[in-house]
């Protein structure tokens, strides 16, 4: 089983940036799709970005797209979530997490899609 660590979350203002990472250990996440989602206070988990095993393909979900870049480094078993143009909107806890099946062709923007998950780190954007 691989644990997921994620760090970067902070306060920052709107318009400010904040760049998310996430170490996996236990296992090498080389061969898995990875995925960032949020949840904030009162509303459900929400997909944000994910990444294909191989780093070739992401995909984004609609609120971030053109803001938010996610990135992966299978020789440091590490994903990245950076976020620009930051907005209040953005405020949530965010979670890395790693799909079910390894070497997915498919994108997943469902939480079934993911076996494991890391604790999450708070992400507050400041109006």
């Known amino acids: 089983q691989v644990q997921l660590v994620e760090s970067g979350g902070g306060l920052v203002q709107a318009g400010g940036s904040l760049r998310l990472s996430c170490a996996a250990s236990g296992r090498t996440i080389g061969s898995y799709l990875m995925g960032w989602f949020r949840q904030a206070p009162g509303k459900e988990r929400e997909f944000v970005a994910c990444?294909?095993?191989?780093?070739?393909?992401?995909f984004y979900g609609d609120s971030v797209k053109g803001r938010f870049t996610i990135s992966r480094d299978n020789a440091k078993n590490t994903v990245s979530l950076q976020m620009n143009s930051l907005k209040p909107e953005d405020t949530a806890v965010y979670y890395c997490a790693q799909s079910r099946w390894p070497y997915s062709t498919n994108f997943y923007t469902e939480e079934h899609g993911y076996a494991d998950w890391g604790q999450g780190t708070q992400v507050t954007v400041s109006s």
């Open positions: 990444i294909k095993w191989n780093g070739g393909n992401t």
